[in-house]
């Protein structure tokens, strides 16, 4: 059971009087997760927006083909803190994965539906929850903000080699494909640079693709198509696409 005076601090209910806390006591699920589970993953249908009871739940961005791990950890959640936002924002998919990382974790979990419900019969109650998320949503972004300013690198690096021979044999139309991948992914973690050539003049335009943990792979004689290919089945994918690989 969801208690009104566990609710009363949540930062989303602030400022709520005590029928409209009822309101919200009546969509709520307990839910209980040990170490190491998966509450949802990043993609899937948002259903539901979660509050911390007890315990704490990380946010990550999971690599195609590899363990969850520590590092991926955007955002840590802890008691009376919301996640899962997603729900109430089209075009409603998480956007992260979420995890617990205590021993034990319990959630208060509110379904979609009934929240929109609840809103729709008191319009007064929704304003004042959308503009607590706002408010909420503000102060993660800016945390966000200070914790990309911090890192010294990206996960994935995507080099394309634009000396003169790269150039003269297509690398900035190269370029400008992966720049449209990479407009069309929400991924946060991928970064695209320029380099001089490799000295494998014949093999232009070069590609280098690094993902942290895994040895550099060099794509030989790119062009859009192959550009756009290498996107999607090595970087979200996770399947080098080895008949492009330079020998």
Not at 2 to 30: H, M, P, S, Y
Request: aromatic residues 8%.
């Amino acid at each position: 059971m969801i208690g009104l005076d566990f609710l009363e601090k949540v930062e989303i209910f602030q400022n709520l009087d005590k029928e409209q806390l009822t309101g919200v006591q009546g969509c709520c699920q307990a839910r209980q997760y040990e170490l190491g589970a998966r509450l949802f993953g990043e993609g899937e249908y948002a259903s539901h927006i979660h509050i911390v009871k007890r315990g704490q739940v990380d946010l990550r961005f999971d690599l195609p083909g590899r363990p969850t791990s520590e590092k991926n950890t955007i955002s840590s959640i802890s008691e009376y803190k919301v996640f899962g936002w997603s729900c109430l924002v089209p075009p409603y998919k998480y956007s992260l994965s979420a995890y617990c990382t205590a021993k034990t974790c319990e959630v208060a979990s509110i379904e979609k539906a009934s929240l929109d419900a609840l809103f729709e019969k008191d319009p007064g109650l929704g304003y004042r929850v959308l503009s607590n998320m706002a408010i909420v949503i503000g102060k993660r972004f800016k945390q966000l903000e200070k914790l990309a300013s911090g890192l010294p690198f990206s996960l994935v690096k995507i080099n394309v080699h634009m000396g003169t021979c790269g150039i003269a044999a297509g690398a900035r139309e190269v370029m400008g494909a992966l720049m449209d991948e990479m407009a069309r992914t929400d991924r946060q973690d991928i970064r695209a640079e320029s380099s001089g050539c490799l000295g494998r003049c014949s093999t232009e335009p070069n590609v280098t693709v690094e993902i942290e943990g895994a040895d550099p792979v060099v794509y030989q004689k790119m062009n859009p198509a192959r550009m756009r290919q290498v996107f999607i089945q090595h970087i979200l994918g996770g399947r080098i696409q080895t008949e492009f690989v330079l020998e």
